[in-house]
T-cell receptor, first 108, second 115 residues
Framework: SQQGEEDPQALSIQEGENATMNCSYK?????LQWYRQNSGRGLVHLIL?????REKHSGRLRVTLDTSKKSSSLLITASRAADTASYFC????????FGAGTTVTVRA | GAGVSQSPRYKVAKRGQDVALRCDPI?????LFWYQQALGQGPEFLTY????????KSGLPSDRFFAERPEGSVSTLKIQRTQQEDSAVYLC?????????????FGEGSWLTVV
C-alpha cells in the first residue's frame, strides 16, 4: 500500500516559474522524504524533513510539513528544463511508502 | 562502486521463464531494499535485507518471487514462472543505516517485460 499521495498528478509550467506539489499521508510519521525520478532512471533523494521540523530548504527546493494536517509541500523555485521529472514523497521508517508521484514538465 | 548498480538493465522474458535480477549496493551499506514500480506508479516495497538477513519480505507478491543476499553485499531477486503482470521496473536501493530512516540510494532499475 502507498501511504503518501501526491497532488496534482501532473504539472506543466514555464521555465523560470515556481512549481508546487503536495503530499498527504494517513498515519503519524517520524519523517518524510522527497525524491525525484527522471524518465527511465532511478530515484534521487532530494530532502528529508523530520516531524519536529516545519520547513526546510535545499538550494531551490523548499519543503514544508504540517503534521496536524498530515501534509507536506515541495516548492521548486525558478524552475529549469532539467527539473522535468516525477516527484515522489515517501513516508517514514526504513522501507518507505511512496505515492504515485507528481509529473512535472518544465517548458523552455 | 560509486552507486547502486543493477543488471540487466533490460530483460525481455517469455511467460513462464525464470529471471534473475542482480543488485550491487554501495560498498559498506548495511540495508538493501527491492522495490517494484509499475508504469505510472510509485515504487512498491518488496523486501528488505540487513546484511545477509532478510528481515522483511512482506511486499513479495507471490511465492514465485525470491530474494537473497548470501554474503551481505550483492543481492539477487529471482522471479520464477514469470507472468505478464510481473512486467515492471525492479529497483534496488541501499542505505548505510540498519532499519532506521536514512537517505536511500537507488539504482537505475531493471526493466522487465514479460511477453
Amino acid at each position: 500500500s502507498q501511504q503518501g499521495e501526491e497532488d496534482p498528478q501532473a504539472l506543466s509550467i514555464q521555465e523560470g516559474e515556481n512549481a508546487t506539489m503536495n503530499c498527504s499521508y494517513k498515519t503519524s510519521i517520524n519523517n518524510l522524504q522527497w525524491y525525484r525520478q527522471n524518465s527511465g532512471r532511478g530515484l534521487v533523494h532530494l530532502i528529508l524533513i523530520r516531524s519536529n521540523e516545519r520547513e526546510k530548504h535545499s538550494g531551490r527546493l523548499r519543503v514544508t510539513l504540517d503534521t496536524s494536517k498530515k501534509s507536506s509541500s515541495l516548492l521548486i523555485t525558478a524552475s529549469r528544463a532539467a527539473d522535468t521529472a516525477s516527484y515522489f514523497c515517501a513516508t517514514d521508517d526504513y522501507k518507505l511508502s511512496f505515492g504515485a508521484g507528481t509529473t512535472v514538465t518544465v517548458r523552455a | 562502486g560509486a552507486g547502486v548498480s543493477q543488471s540487466p538493465r533490460y530483460k525481455v522474458a517469455k511467460r513462464g521463464q525464470d529471471v534473475a535480477l542482480r543488485c550491487d549496493p554501495i560498498s559498506g551499506h548495511v540495508s538493501l531494499f527491492w522495490y517494484q514500480q509499475a508504469l505510472g506508479q510509485g515504487p512498491e516495497f518488496l523486501t528488505y535485507f540487513q546484511n545477509e538477513a532478510q528481515l522483511d519480505k512482506s511486499g513479495l507478491p507471490s511465492d514465485r518471487f525470491f530474494a537473497e543476499r548470501p554474503e551481505g553485499s550483492v543481492s539477487t531477486l529471482k522471479i520464477q514462472r514469470t507472468q505478464q503482470e510481473d512486467s515492471a521496473v525492479y529497483l534496488c536501493a541501499s542505505s548505510f543505516a540498519p532499519q532506521k530512516a536514512d537517505t536511500i540510494y537507488f539504482g537505475e532499475g531493471s526493466w522487465l517485460t514479460v511477453v
